[in-house]
């Protein structure tokens, strides 16, 4: 079963705007959230996390925000740049914390 | 400084043949972990090393997959008798794990993508 779900598959906005993609998880036990960017050809990299005791969590133009109750989370970007083109996926874990589980990604595609 | 690195980059193979993919981590860093992803799904966690301790095999889809790590430098993943649903790109990450918790980050090399024909 999958217990990290991106719902969208691929997501396209104008540069400038905001983007927001969404995350959802069943697995209860998960306490520790993360987002990760991947270009093609490239191993994803870490982009920003947050800690279930955390509902938000912000870098720059990144935040994440994390709803616990409705086991929610999403990322926004803001302002979105042609530059932030990539898969970005949703990754969560529970102690001891070295085993992500990962979503299945969504393609963000910033159109100038 | 360099980043994790992987060879091959590309592999393919015929079904019943051994495969053996190469981790370089990053220097200093004393967790190494093996992932693949299949076309369309995310990244499935298979194995994690941590120093001398004892390596977390429980992601290995089944025994034909193996992993050895020489002290904290390389590591091999090695898959006996190949089949065709073992095609994925296999990724290694490695992490500083100076806490050994949720904010040890984990470094990704850019894949090894095998295709068994």
């Known amino acids: 079963d999958q217990q990290v779900k991106q719902n969208s598959p691929s997501l396209s906005v104008q540069e400038g705007r905001i983007s927001i993609l969404n995350c959802d998880y069943t697995n209860s036990m998960f306490d520790y959230f993360l987002w990760y960017k991947k270009y093609p050809a490239e191993g994803p990299t870490f982009l920003i996390s947050?800690?279930?005791?955390?509902d938000k969590n912000e870098d720059g133009r990144f935040t994440v925000f994390l709803n616990k109750s409705a086991k929610h989370l999403s990322l926004h970007i803001v302002p979105s740049q042609p530059g932030d083109s990539a898969v970005y996926f949703c990754a969560a874990s529970a102690w001891p914390n070295y085993k992500l589980t990962f979503g299945k990604g969504t393609l963000l595609t910033v159109n100038p | 400084g360099a980043g994790v690195s992987q060879s091959p980059s590309n592999k393919v193979t015929e079904k019943g043949k051994d495969v053996e993919l190469r981790c370089d981590p990053i220097s200093g860093h004393t967790a190494l972990y093996w992932y693949r992803q299949r076309l369309g799904q995310g990244l499935e966690f298979l194995i994690y090393?941590?120093?001398?301790?004892?390596?977390?095999k429980s992601g290995l889809p089944s025994d034909r997959f193996s992993a050895e790590r020489t002290g904290e430098s390389v590591s091999t993943l090695t898959i006996q008798r190949t089949q065709q649903e073992d095609s994925a790109v296999y990724l290694c990450a490695s992490s500083l794990a100076t806490s050994g918790g949720a904010e040890d980050t984990q470094y990704f090399g850019p894949g090894t993508r095998l295709t068994v024909l």
């Open positions: 090393f941590q120093g001398n301790s004892a390596p977390d």
């Open positions: 947050i800690s279930s005791i955390k």
